[in-house]
């Protein structure tokens, strides 16, 4: 089996893979002056690791053990012993690795650009963009951990982390089976996402198909990370029919305010006794809904976070969105659409983030071998 | 069935509780102007709150829909649907809680002050201590993370969060049927624990007896908090030869470099063909061993940590060290043993607290109600 392209055939795991509990990602910059073969090198031998890992197996074959004892180990070791825990190990290049450093001007895709300003950005170049993504999941912490921290190591003299960022606790439903996690403001969020089995929404909206994008990009996608920042202690003084308008859905089941139970659609059109829509234009339901967006849907796969406390003694929290695309610009029209969300009082974005997503490779071949010619 | 004590008869839970899979750990600080009446109030609002979300209930009768659509949701909501994930909730009460604030300065255990500088200390006032503390612990983060949040809102106006801590991947072993994690240096940590069941080692070495301290802390404990930060760059770049002369054990079984498998009594007084130590002096297992400290035990319940990277691109990660032992000189004792640590060089003690442990309230009662005559 080839474990990279496990699951999905010609794509990446960890986008139709179903959500798992806990995230860690991290982006990374080449170091100054390394070179094109450096990259291939580089993405060379993550995939190596990255395909082993994904089988439980240690980072390479000497692993956390059996090397020389004269020498520091292979693997770090901390996760010998525990299972696979449906790890996947994704990887994304950013619009900079597209810069003079590696030849590379010549096949940047379009759209592959740093996102344009939003409104209520707050952006921290620390927590924002990078040359290479890689996002790993698994069911277990010490598993996605071991990862990224593995395959930076391997990275060293190379490229080095400009930030990472851990989550837990799915924001997304992804297959049928699977119940509507709550994010942190207490609300279901994926109700609507696109399921991994809805083979043509996955075409439609997430897939690069080889008519849209570079050869090398085909079967691929587009990655957005956002940092959202929740202020948590606001929203929690909020009363619960203000939380309610500004979700557009009811806190309890999920459901869209027009009435039904989670699963109903929306209908934007239902007004109540004194002729108001039931649903606020400025919801968050309303601003990013297919319906209001010519039909846009994007593919989430988003995570909870909580880093400790602020100085000020609040939590440190809120959703590190993840969302797939067949191309950049659907994500900016929705969020664009909702510069006038009503949610935009309780949240800041402080972290953004856009790579393509290439395909997985073919059996032997590294990960972008199609963009480098390797 | 009476929650706070689930379990453990007169003691709290998250103690001898089999260790969950992740925490939230925070320490709050009582504000301005707040009295010994808010103290007691506080108290009695968190064992309410903290008993049922211990049974999978929300933080009130009303809870995160009940109430009215007018007031802000009493629970916020972001655990409505998940299973109680065995979760514990543990209270503690700091040095500084029994000054001439709240008038408890008789009722002071004698060794209740701020634990003294060790050698690589290399504490952050912000990491560090608090008037109390909670340890939240359950298999599922939102619900821990849930715990906290929901405990330091019912604290507005009374008391707010110093610091946090969350952590993953229990790194001690606490039942015979768990098999011993690993810590982020890859090794087994916590093979020589006490375990639950160990009802003599627990009273010899964890419980506060009725002659050992104030009535009110009778079958209590005494809970130390230490932020270890781990230098995982160095580390993995340290061979594998010295690491176990560091760790004083082998990397793979956990078993001590005299011989025999995990559990094996370590030898210290065997050597290798040249008549050196099979397991160095200054090695962590040695310096730390019951045998060499005066037979003193603690029980560990310490979790890993990762949050994100530093500004360096390196991981800030490490141990939130976590024990429970019947007197806080048991602790420096073994503290000072360490000062030649020969893994001081691979770690810094960045936060640090002591906390009494009251034991489980009575029924009815609240936690700290024979501290505060409540």
């Known amino acids: 089996m080839d474990a990279v ?6 794509h990446q795991p960890g986008i139709t893979t179903p959500v798992q509990e806990h995230l860690h990602f991290a982006a990374y910059d080449m170091m100054a002056r390394t070179t094109r073969e450096d990259l291939a090198e580089l993405l060379a031998d993550w995939t190596y690791a990255a395909t082993r890992m994904m089988q439980g197996l240690d980072v390479s074959a000497t692993g956390a053990l059996g090397g020389s004892p004269e020498a520091p180990p292979d693997d770090t070791g901390e996760a010998v012993g ?3 825990s449906n790890l996947t190990i994704t990887f994304g290049f950013g619009p900079s690795l597209f810069d003079a450093r590696f030849g590379l001007e010549g096949q940047r895709p379009p759209g592959l650009e740093r996102l344009p300003a939003f409104l209520n950005d707050d952006l ?3 927590r924002s963009d990078g040359d290479l993504c890689i996002q790993a999941c698994a069911d277990d912490p010490q598993v996605a951990v071991h990862a990224i921290r593995n395959l930076s190591r391997i990275a060293f003299g190379r490229a080095t982390i400009r930030w990472s960022q851990l989550g837990f606790g799915r ?3 992804t297959t049928a089976a699977q119940t509507t996690p709550r994010n942190l403001f207490g609300y279901k969020d994926g109700t609507a996402n696109i399921l991994a089995d809805d083979t043509a929404a996955l075409e439609e909206n997430v897939w690069v198909s080889a008519s849209e994008g570079p050869a090398w990009l085909a079967g691929g996608s587009y990655l957005v990370a956002r940092r959202i920042a929740m202020l948590i202690e606001t929203w929690d003084r909020t009363r619960l029919a203000e939380q309610d308008r500004v979700v557009g859905r009811d ?3 999920g459901a869209p305010l027009s009435g039904g139970d ?5 209908d934007f059109t239902a007004t109540d006794a004194s002729g108001k829509p039931r649903i606020d234009r400025r919801s968050h339901v309303s601003l990013a809904h297919p319906d209001n967006n010519g039909g846009i849907r994007i593919l989430r796969r988003g995570y909870n976070f909580v880093d400790g406390t602020t100085d000020l003694g609040r939590l440190n929290a809120g959703l590190f969105f993840l969302s797939f695309q067949k191309s950049p610009d659907r994500f900016i029209t929705l969020q664009k659409a909702l510069s006038t969300d009503a949610m935009g009082e309780y949240i800041r974005h402080v972290g953004s983030g856009l790579w393509a997503v290439p395909p997985a490779p073919s059996s032997g071949a590294s990960i972008g071998a199609g963009l480098l010619g390797a």
Chains 1, 2 share one sequence.
Request: aromatic share 4%.
């Open 251 to 253: 806190k309890g089941a």
């Open 262 to 266: 989670e699963f109903a659609a929306p």
């Open 124 to 126: 921290d170049p620390l």
């Open 82 to 84: 525990l299972p696979a």
């Open 171 to 173: 924001t997304s439903k």
């Open 5 to 10: 392209a496990a699951g999905s055939g010609i």
